[in-house]
């Protein structure tokens, strides 16, 4: 941590729904709804309480995890629904907009 200056900047939560096919090639899919983030300076996990701000409103991300090949119905099931892949970091995108809202005083050129 101290090292390379570590230290507490936002922390987030989401609402988790989670599903597990337990077959050969295990196929795990996730929503997660709510995100929201908060800003902190200290090393203190607590959900409740203010300053939350809600982040990508409305919007839920779907992750889809496999063991061994990508299946067959997902793929179609993609398809159908016309999904796009797209990797999100929910931290880094949380620490952006707080940045961005000028709740944090963190500074992404390394100030």
Known sequence: ???VRA???????????????????????TFDRKLAYKVTSEPKVT?????????????????IKFTNRYPVWLKRMAECLNLQ???????ATSVQKACSQ???????DGE
């Open 85 to 91: 892949q797209q990797s999100v970091s929910k931290y």
């Open 7 to 29: 230290r507490p900047v936002v922390l987030i939560r989401y609402m988790r729904q989670a599903y597990e096919d337990n077959s050969e090639n295990r196929v795990r899919v």
């Open 47 to 63: 959900l409740n309480g203010t300053s939350w701000q809600p982040h990508l409103f409305g919007l839920v991300i779907l992750e």
């Open 1 to 3: 941590m101290n090292s």
């Open 102 to 108: 000028r709740l944090c005083t963190y500074r992404f």
